[in-house]
């Protein structure tokens, strides 16, 4: 029975996809920052464990209390939305260390069990923004696309010990936390002289024509996990789905 590691498991993305998983029969390492026993179905394939992906540290402790880990789940990140001049360079780093340098350290962390096996997967969700250029989110697409282009090459060397890399990525999901896990208020984003530009564009978002659901991603990282054909990337929902169509 093979064993996956998913990281940001306390709500949307994370949450669905341990769910999937476990229902499937697979041993499940969910992890998050704070964890709660109370979210997931209770069961003897299921380990709910602490996680930060910003300390080496606490990476450390998890890899060492999971043991093997046959697929890596990076899903965790921090959503942001606003004008970049508005966007603070700390905050931005912040953004970074979890959405970019979070994914690198985990991937670092599992790899060479996985060499040592010549087995695995390493699965890292992004985002469609990283399909075609959307305007306030500059920061949070960069930080994305970062992982876009270290997916890529990584699949390229980790192919040769037997290990897929795959990209996985979301489009809009209305009822996800996007941007809640994030201590800075979109409001406050969105300085008096891109209100008019800004105001068109929230409009949008509160009606999307199309949009992803937490399952459509977690069928994704499914379909990703077991691909052996070399596809690397497997947008996920009508929207991702629709903008990589397009592309």
């Known amino acids: 029975m093979q064993t996956i590691l998913i990281t940001g498991c306390s709500s949307g993305y994370g949450l669905e996809t341990a769910r999937h998983f476990l229902a499937n ?24 464990l602490p996680l930060d992906v910003t300390s080496e540290a606490s990476i450390a402790a998890v890899v060492k209390a999971a043991g093997q880990i046959d697929v890596l789940v990076n899903n965790a990140g921090i959503g942001v939305v606003g ?12 953004v970074f260390d979890t959405n970019s340098f979070g994914v690198m350290a985990m ?40 992982i876009e282009g270290f997916t890529g090459s990584l699949a390229h060397e980790l192919g040769y010990f037997g290990i897929r890399a795959k990209l996985v990525e979301p489009g809009y999901a209305p009822t996800t936390r996007f941007t809640q896990n994030t201590a800075v208020r979109i409001e406050d984003m969105i300085p008096e002289a891109y209100a008019d530009f800004a105001a068109p564009i929230f409009a949008a ?36 789905v629709a903008l990589a169509n397009a592309g």
Do not use: C
Not at 38 to 47: G, V, W
Not at 83 to 94: G, L, V
Not at 206 to 227: F, G, K, Y
């Open 25 to 48: 029969g697979w041993n499940v390492i969910a992890t998050m920052r704070t964890p709660r026993q109370d979210i997931l179905p209770r069961s003897e394939r299921l380990r709910i």
């Open 83 to 94: 004008a970049f001049e508005a966007t603070t360079m700390s905050h931005i780093r912040k």
């Open 107 to 146: 991937a670092q962390a599992v790899i060479p069990q996985m060499r040592e096996r010549r087995s695995g997967a390493i699965v890292n969700v992004t985002s469609s923004a990283t399909l075609a250029p959307m305007p306030l989110a500059a920061a949070y697409t960069a930080s994305k696309q970062a």
């Open 205 to 240: 978002f509160a009606q999307p024509a199309l949009t992803t659901r937490e399952s459509d991603v977690a069928e994704a990282i499914w379909a990703a996990v077991h691909d052996t054909s070399g596809k690397l990337r497997f947008p996920a929902g009508q929207d991702a």
